[in-house]
């Protein structure tokens, strides 16, 4: 059975690319206070070895949208750079 996980970072991340964002958009798009906090109890939590298998998946998931956000903003700083030149 796959655990249900909450994706609702990953829906704000891939909702605000989907809108063809500009470029200035991407580059101010950051983690809520709140999930800032979740990442850190699960970070706290991984380092102890405590991680249900929920949890597991959910800060896969923050990886994940982590690892997208980084390449947007790399795209939306090339785009930016270009149109500048």
């Known amino acids: 059975m796959m655990p249900i ?8 991340v891939f909702h605000a690319l ?3 964002a500009s470029p200035e958009e991407i580059l101010a798009l950051h983690t809520t206070p709140e999930e800032s906090d979740r990442l850190e109890e699960l970070s706290q939590k991984n380092k102890g070895g ?4 929920q949890e597991i998946v959910e800060i896969q998931q923050y990886f994940l ?3 997208y ?3 947007a ?3 939306a700083f090339l785009k930016i750079k270009n149109e500048a030149a």
Request: hydrophobic share 45%; proline share 0%; net charge positive.
């Open 18 to 20: 989907a809108r063809a």
């Open 69 to 71: 956000v980084r390449l």
């Open 50 to 53: 405590n991680l249900s298998t």
């Open 5 to 12: 996980v909450e994706v609702g970072i990953l829906d704000r």
């Open 65 to 67: 949208a982590e690892r």
């Open 73 to 75: 903003k790399a795209h």
